[in-house]
């Protein structure tokens, strides 16, 4: 067995790139398809290139969180790797304090955008076998490399209008071969080679490892979170998604917090029913003990993936219909500003606040087979001495598309409700489907239709208001940039401030852990 | 086939004996027929690949000593590495990957408790050259890039850089357009600015007037903002370089040049001028607070200028102002 050699016969050999140019007048932006913490994503043109559409992901680089080697080592692992499920960067250079990465297009958008505008309960098993082996074979190809992805998960993992899926997103990823810790000058074999130590990803789909362990992980971190992808994909979000990372987290874990929403989904009878196959599969990638997952290639061999289909298949089933990503993410956009008026603070945060810091500690998980799930197990003692971990962000998280999963439930009701009958898989009921969809999607193709023409009034209309020198627009658009600016203001200081109670949580539970010792004694 | 017959498994030595006839071949113009040198080219990609898995180990196995010994060893006894680096142009994206991991871990092996790739490196000081001049081909500065970076471990190595031509033209390598190739650049010029700090002295004693002059007009200066914000990270670097007591000499005229410290305070001002202070460089200014007030103070003109004692009094009350 040489896994090494299973990509081999593929033979990437150098086809004469195409260049692209390295300047921003060369670029025409069209639209914006994505907004994270410090970098935005615009759907482009390359004007020299027959005005190719591309993606430019504009990375802030005065952005606090935004750490220069990380970003070196996004670009540098985008431009060296070579494989079909892998979205390579075109080039990357900077334009005044920001970076531009110009990648493809992937026009159907992250799976995570997919899910939360047209499958809030998920897709069909046959659709997640087929996204899931394409990533599959990419996480095989870097794994191969000496690669960890460490940010697996359903908004990571783009689709193109043919289908063609592919894994994006290295802000995170590391290298085996370039970990610092690994090598001293000479003696090197102290430290476990091929472990790395820092922490990072995003919480819901980070595995246990990563979060508690002393000795480091590896490669198996990231078949967790393909795991939690999985059940991402088949319930229309992650685990445990539904809990704020905010205060009321804290309330919630010290009180062993009940499973709301997504457990009473589950037992209200709509629960879904999975196949063996699939179950198995997600139960061997949530193993407490790493060692016990299976590597990517013994996973590529799983009964479960035998029922992955082509890529026309997923054009059918899954991009049919379905509203373009700038639609989609404008839409998203909007949701987040009612969001922001509601006030509500569980809700804000469940939205924007899922790209910052979700922590906690739990102990361990306990995948829940029958019920699909992932039951997370709280120390009951505050003797687990494990110190509470900062959650870092090495830059960004985003690509394309972060959408809603809670509200565009509301929203878009009626494709929620078609989407629903989607998912129950049984041919009769598929035929029924599209009908209801094609209702849904006039109604949203006339919404969208609507709110554009709107928008081109609105934009004539402060045209002629700039032309005669009025400057109401733009005022406006201060503040809009403002209260956005102020937002993220706000969300820093509501990370900060929960870290600041994580912390306080867990002395006090030191010292009363300390106190109860004391008594005894 | 390999398995089949259970044929005796290739030693390291023989591993490295093919892949360098297989790399005099690919060396050799393609006159032989196409298929057949398709054919011999995968082979090469493949002994590439296993000698960086002997050298690394992979998911099963963990890399054995003596079997890398016995590699690096028959590696460096004849010409393999310039081989290697001269045709790896030549081989697929994947090869080219490999083969730059696997000149990586071999600056690092000793053989009876002797880097041999140094000794062999400094027979081969030429192919530094080629490796720099990676810089100025997109496709090749990648990975030519990372192999110079692990060949500058090595003490007399980087000593034949800093000293050569090739240290001038960094300076615009770091702001190439591309960004990949200018960061490897710039990761590079700090390695070998910072690693052996006995030689960066004796480089900058003797390199002083042009060293500083292109460091502050090209990066400190630049248009770039990211050229500038790392020059300003590196100065820190440079800094600690200065302070140190081999260099005080080197130090001394740096801070006792008036332009030097203009600059110096330009930055300082247009850096607090900044909303939006990078906090990394804000770390520094305040790790490093005493020492620069220590610096600023000491440091007195021949003549009175008031313009300039303005300048360091605002520049001096704004770094002690600063904190985390």
Known sequence: ?521 | MKGLFKSKPRTPVDIVRQTRDLLIYADRSPDSRESKREEKMAELCKNIRELKSMLYGNSESEPVSEACAQLTQEFFRENTLRLLITCLPKLNLEARKDATQVVANLQRQQVHSRLIASDYLEANLDLMDILIAGYENTDMALHYGAMLRECIRHQTVARYVLESEHMKKFYDYIQLPNFDIAADAAATFKELLTRHKSTVAEFLSKNYDWFFAEYNSKLLESTNYITRRQAIKDAKLLGDILLDRSNSAVMTRYVSSRDNLRILMNLLRLFAANQNKPPDIVSILVANKSKLLRLFADFKTDKADEQFEADKAQVVKEIAALQL
């Open chain 1, 1 to 521: 067995m040489k896994p090494l050699m299973a990509y081999e016969q593929e033979g990437h050999y150098h086809h004469p790139k195409v260049q692209f140019p390295l300047d921003s007048d060369s670029y025409k932006i069209v639209d914006e398809i994505g907004i994270g913490v410090s970098a935005i994503v615009y759907k482009a043109e390359c004007i020299p290139l027959n005005s190719t559409t591309v993606a430019i992901k504009s990375i802030d680089l005065d952005q606090f969180k935004v750490d220069f080697d990380n970003i070196r080592r996004e670009t540098k692992i985008m431009t060296l790797l070579s494989h079909p499920n892998i979205l390579n960067a075109h080039c990357s250079f900077t334009v005044g304090r920001r970076l531009w990465v110009v990648m493809p297009f992937m026009s159907g958008g992250s799976l995570q955008s997919i899910i939360s505008s047209s499958f809030p309960d998920g897709l069909s098993e046959q659709c997640i076998a087929t996204v899931l082996k394409e990533t599959l074979n990419a996480l095989s190809y870097l794994h191969n490399q000496g690669h960890l992805h460490r940010d697996i998960k359903a908004g990571n993992i783009l689709m193109d209008s043919n289908g063609s899926v592919k894994l994006a997103d290295f802000g995170v990823s590391a290298s085996v071969y370039e970990s610092s810790s690994g090598y001293g000058s000479g003696s090197s074999t102290s430290s476990s080679p091929m472990m790395l130590t820092d922490m990072t990803g995003t919480p819901y789909w980070m595995a246990p490892e990563v979060i508690h362990s002393h000795t480091g992980y590896s490669f198996k971190a990231d078949i967790w979170s393909f795991g939690i992808t999985a059940l991402e994909l088949a319930h229309g979000r992650p685990p445990l998604s539904h809990l704020p990372p905010s205060k009321s987290l804290i309330m919630k874990i010290t009180k062993r917090f009940r499973f709301s929403d997504y457990e009473d989904s589950i037992n209200k009878g709509k629960s879904k029913k999975f196949s063996k196959a699939f179950k198995d599969m997600v139960a061997s990638c949530l193993d407490q003990d790493p060692s016990k997952r299976p590597s990517t290639d013994k996973l590529l061999r799983h009964p479960f993936f035998k029922s992955s289909k082509g890529s026309d298949f997923l054009v059918k089933h899954v991009l049919h219909g379905l509203p373009r990503v700038e639609e989609r993410f404008r839409v998203s956009k909007i949701l987040r500003k009612n969001d922001v008026d509601d006030d509500d603070e569980d809700d804000v945060e469940g939205e924007s606040g899922s790209e910052l810091v979700k922590q906690r500690r739990i102990s361990g998980w306990n995948f829940n087979e029958d019920g699909f799930e992932l039951d997370p197990v709280f120390p009951t003692e505050s003797r687990d001495d494990s110190l509470v971990k900062q959650v870092r962000f090495g830059g960004e998280t985003i690509i394309l598309e972060k959408g809603t999963s809670e509200s565009s439930l509301n929203l878009n009701s009626p494709e929620a409700e078609s989407s629903l009958v989607c998912s129950t898989t049984t041919p009769p009921c598929e035929e029924q489907q599209t009908e209801n969809t094609f209702n849904a999607e006039t109604m949203v193709g006339g919404l969208m239709a609507l709110k554009k023409s709107l928008d081109d009034q609105r934009q004539k209309v402060s045209e002629l208001i700039n032309l005669f020198g009025g400057e109401v627009m733009n005022k406006e658009d201060q503040m809009v940039q403002l209260i956005e600016k102020l937002r993220m203001e706000l969300e820093t200081e509501r990370q900060k401030n929960f870290e600041l109670e994580m912390e306080l949580e867990f002395l006090k539970f030191q010292i009363s852990g300390a106190s109860y010792t004391d008594e005894n004694d």
